[in-house]
């Protein structure tokens, strides 16, 4: 059997305020200053024999339809069955403020049974949002990040040929209607919901503008009154604040990550006084048949007679190693260290120091 290798990350958290520090426009977003996501349905053309087979993807054939009538074409009735196009969805997101003309990235990827995407253009695309209203049109030459190879007996693919990038590949076609200079109340959201946190918001910001302008309203919001700033705008006021440094509070918690094996750890995780020991059972089952055959002048036949061998092992783990009351993180590893535990040993024992009531942080398996 083979394992995989587990890797151990610790995080320590610095005590020094400026180190700690950050900036208010790193913890919270700003009620109303928000990206819209965009999606279109398209079709990519130019591919070199890599694009969808239309027996299979009968859509391909629908939109190319589509687009040459529109174009003056008129393909009814007729049979083609091109190998260089392929359907595809095109998203992205429209950022905040967002003027008509601006240009902003698209993603695009293949719907069908398209094999790459590799050197195709995409043909001018509506994109919509949430409400059906178009706001941006993309078109442009993709970049995908892979290759393919194959022959008549293999096939070597690397990368995500099916699934690529337009830089700048849409233009903005319509604006969103958002008026902040009209706004006399602002709501800061934090990302992370907490109550110390939005206490030192509220009081960094105070104490920046030497006046009550700002007020915590819960866990994960505090209300900006714009007026009681008097600065000249809701822009210039945000520009203000955003840039205030504030000591965020975080919550203990132990990250665990069972796919790839990794386990983060604030500084502030403790662990109650407990006893830790860890042994391995091995069971081995082996079949080692043997064949047996009749003497030469002896009637019979040969037949294959099962030999069976179990064997249990026990392997001598370290013996009961103890973890003092309130131990920090640096003691805590030092002391699965003392252990002689291997890295992928320790998310179970983390699971079950947990389970025993002494891991006093949020555990959060993924």
């Not at 070199?48 to 174009?71: C, K, S, V, Y």
């Not at 993603?107 to 590799?118: E, P, Y």
């Not at 700048?168 to 200079?181: K, Q």
């Not at 907490?194 to 918001?201: G, K, L």
Request: aromatic share 4%; with cysteine; charged share 20%.
């Amino acid at each position: 059997m083979r394992w995989l290798s587990f890797f151990l990350i610790t995080l320590f958290c610095a005590q020094v305020a400026d180190a700690s520090s950050v900036r208010i426009k790193d913890l919270v977003e700003f009620d109303g200053v928000r990206g819209n996501d965009l999606v279109g349905y398209g079709l990519v053309v130019g591919l070199d024999g890599t694009g969808d087979g239309l027996r299979n993807a009968p859509f391909t054939e629908d939109i190319m339809t589509n687009i040459l009538e529109r174009l003056g074409i008129n393909v009814t009735g007729e049979q083609f069955r091109p190998k260089n196009v392929a359907a595809v969805f095109v998203t992205s997101a429209l950022p905040p403020f967002a003027r008509s003309g601006s240009q902003i990235d698209v993603t695009v990827s293949a719907i069908g049974d398209a094999k790459s995407l590799l050197g195709g253009t995409l043909i001018m695309t509506p994109m919509n949002a949430a409400d059906g209203e178009i706001y941006a049109v993309a078109q442009g030459t993709i970049i995908a990040g892979g290759a393919v190879a194959e022959g008549d007996g293999a096939r070597v693919t690397q990368g995500v040929p099916t699934s690529g990038v337009i830089p700048s590949g849409a233009r903005v076609e319509r604006e969103i209607d958002f008026e902040l200079s009209s706004l006399t109340d602002m709501r800061l959201a934090l990302r992370d919901a907490d109550f110390t946190t939005a206490a030192r918001i509220e009081s960094a910001i105070n104490n920046d503008f030497g006046r009550q302008v700002a007020t915590m309203l819960d866990s994960g919001t505090v209300s900006l009154n714009v007026p009681r700033t008097r600065m000249r705008s809701v822009a210039h006021a945000l520009g203000r604040i955003e840039n205030i440094a504030v000591e965020p509070e975080r919550k203990a918690r132990v990250v665990v990550d069972q796919r790839s094996g990794t386990i983060v750890m604030g500084d502030d995780v403790r662990i109650s006084r407990v006893a830790v020991s860890q042994g391995n059972l091995t069971l081995r089952i082996q079949e080692q048949p043997i064949t047996v055959q009749p003497n030469p002048f002896a009637q019979g036949e040969t037949v294959v007679v099962p030999r069976t061998t179990v064997d249990i092992e026990d392997e001598e783990g370290p013996s009961l190693a103890e973890v003092p009351d309130g131990a920090s993180l640096s003691e805590v590893i030092a002391g699965l260290n003392a252990l002689g535990v291997a890295p992928r040993d320790m998310i179970d024992i983390l699971k079950s120091i947990k389970a025993a009531g002494a891991l006093h942080a949020e555990f959060v398996v993924r």
